[in-house]
């Protein structure tokens, strides 16, 4: 495969580039975004929006097919996907055995043919490893000095539902092994009830545990019933601090949603005009197939620009994408279908 049929734009990208969707190089340097500084509750940010429910589908249902990546792009932007998985197990058969094999997938996402076949300097890495707590140390060994960081889900991870003592102990615990990343999940009760004071309180409690791990507020959005509802969760964990917010927990009866999605980048976007700050987003739960990361990154350069390409900004939560990346990339490159078989699961 000649360099020229990889890269007809030129030469190969570095890491940390993405070309634009014409074919123009682009540099989106990765910067540190910092963190969300939070601000006091404001309920008249969300309590008057009212979200039009089909023109949300409507919009969802455009964004996958109206940009059309030219298929010569598309290595770059499925290397982009990889290089922003947290890559995550949370099953409750986990072990240290399975992290540390997690944790060396992290560090060598593709195969060394792929990787010179792509004409990178060096091997790509995911974002992130993402555990349950006690898994954290484990994985912060397994990746010590590979530069990947590891998070760690917490407070009652999925359902939320123990006291908040106990929750906040937990995000301690986690921190105090190693997770520089923790991934919280609120307590939907509180969205039903429409106490945006008490789940606001919470949040900034998690995020004061959190102490210097960013964190990721878990919205569980399938259990949220409404756009309404997803909406005004964004807010309200944003305006308590979270440096991301995320769609699912992967337990849930329904997860990632592109409509769902489109609704809470547009909360991050109203949240960045109204106060200047850049928040994550991260979609998670179901996300298995190349197609279905390349949605998403579409969703995210329209509506929020290409920061939201670098994974200071944008995490994708999976536990079975990284084949699917692979072997699509493969696939890119020799021009063939490649099998399944040929790729680690995962
Ligand atoms: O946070 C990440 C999710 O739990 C992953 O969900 P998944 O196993 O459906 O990819």
Known sequence: MSEERVFPFGAPFAIGRVPAAD??????SSQDHGRNPGMPLKTDWFEEMRINASAVERRAGTLATRRGLKKQWQAAWLLKA???IDLTTLAGDDTPARVRRLCAKARRPLRTDLVEALGLAEMPKVAAVCVYPTMVGPAVKALDGSGIPVASVATGFPAGLMPLPLRLEEIRYAVSQGASEIDIVITRAHVFAQDWQALYDEVAAMREASGAAHMKAILATGDLKTFQNVYSASMVAMMAGADFIKTSTGKEDVNATLPVSLVMVRAIRDYLERTGVKIGFKPAGGLKTAKDALAWQIL?????GRDWLERD??????????GDIERHIEQFLTGRPSSAMRHAVG
Do not use: Q
């Open 82 to 84: 990889l290089m922003s």
């Open 300 to 304: 995210m350069k329209e509506e929020l």
């Open 23 to 28: 074919g123009a190089e682009e540099s989106t």
């Open 313 to 322: 900004l944008f995490r994708i939560g999976a536990s079975s994408l990284l």
